[in-house]
């Protein structure tokens, strides 16, 4: 059974980085073709993917913030990481993790709210 | 970037009534080496994660019930419900994974009328 479970900071100031935890069960991070995902979603807005990270250590990041994301992983422990650097008010979002085989998003965790406020 | 455009971005539907719901890319999905399009459909319920429906524009994830159909190719997908039941109102969207970043729809969100 595939489980995925985000963890965060739950809130911060701006110009904090913002670390994210994805725990999951069920899969390993080591297995050919296996990635995990990071996805985020303003209150009552729609998706915006981040970044992925493959069983092989590639990753890609969403061009539209720029240089302000690292996504890494923990294979020993099951865990993928996504830090957003220079954090705003724009990245208040509950932040989801997904387990994506060949790009499509399988498995999602319950998500983790993220306020950025002063 | 690829844009995804669904339309309508609401609709109000009683149960039992067939539903279809579109989704366009700015370009093409469909990879010519393995003839497979790169979209999927997700259904996202009010307080919940997205939960994936469809992959490869028509194949239904395990469990979904059949009532879910996915069609299309190219740049022109549809899902269709083909008798909306109430535990279906929720908000869909459609994702390319041709290429990154991926990339979704603004959702369809299924009201009660």
Known sequence: ??????????????????????????????TYGMGVGWIRQPSGKGLEWLANIWWDDDK???PSLKNRLTISKDTSNNQAFLKITNVDTADTA???CALTTEGISDYWGQGVMVTVSS | DIVMTQTPSSQAVSAGEKV??????SQSL?????????????????????????????????????????????????????SVQAEDLAVYYCQQY????????????????
């Open chain 1, 94 to 96: 509950t932040y989801y």
């Open chain 1, 60 to 62: 890609y990041y969403n």
């Open chain 1, 1 to 30: 059974q595939v489980t995925l479970k985000e963890s965060g900071p739950g809130i911060l100031q701006p110009s904090q980085t913002l670390s994210l935890t994805c725990t999951f069960s069920g899969f390993s991070l080591s």
């Open chain 2, 30 to 82: 469909l990879y010519n080496e393995n003839k497979k399009n790169y979209l999927a459909w997700y259904q996202q319920k009010p307080g919940q994660s997205p939960k994936l429906l469809i992959y490869w524009a028509s194949t239904r994830e395990s469990g979904v019930p059949d009532r879910f159909i996915g069609s299309g190719s190219g740049t022109d997908f549809t899902l269709t419900i083909s």
């Open chain 2, 98 to 113: 041709y290429n990154f970043p991926y990339t979704f729809g603004a959702g369809t969100k299924l009201e009660l009328k």
């Open chain 2, 20 to 25: 279809t719901m579109s989704c366009k890319s």
